[in-house]
């Protein structure tokens, strides 16, 4: 049974940040609208929902790219051993 790859994982992070990056036009979008129009009780409270809901995604986002790497770097150490031998 083989462990996950780093090919994976950077999908998953790649997949983490699309969503950042949604929820980010999400949250410029009712920032356009509160310019232009204001926003009322339920908006503002969307935006604050949404400003919350980026940072978590972003900490998803950045662990999961972390862990890409640290699982490319073992799979390049693990690789590099191998030839050697």
Partial sequence: ????????????????????????AD????????????????????????RIQAERASTRAMLADDLADRIGQAERSRGGRAAGT
Avoid at 35 to 43: F, I, K, V
């Fill in 1 to 24: 049974m083989s462990g996950p790859s780093a090919g994976g994982a950077e999908e998953v992070a790649d997949r983490r940040w699309e969503r950042v990056r949604g929820i980010a």
């Fill in 27 to 50: 949250i410029a979008r009712l920032e356009a609208l509160d310019r232009r129009e204001g926003l009322d009780d339920d908006a503002r409270m969307e935006l604050a929902r949404l």
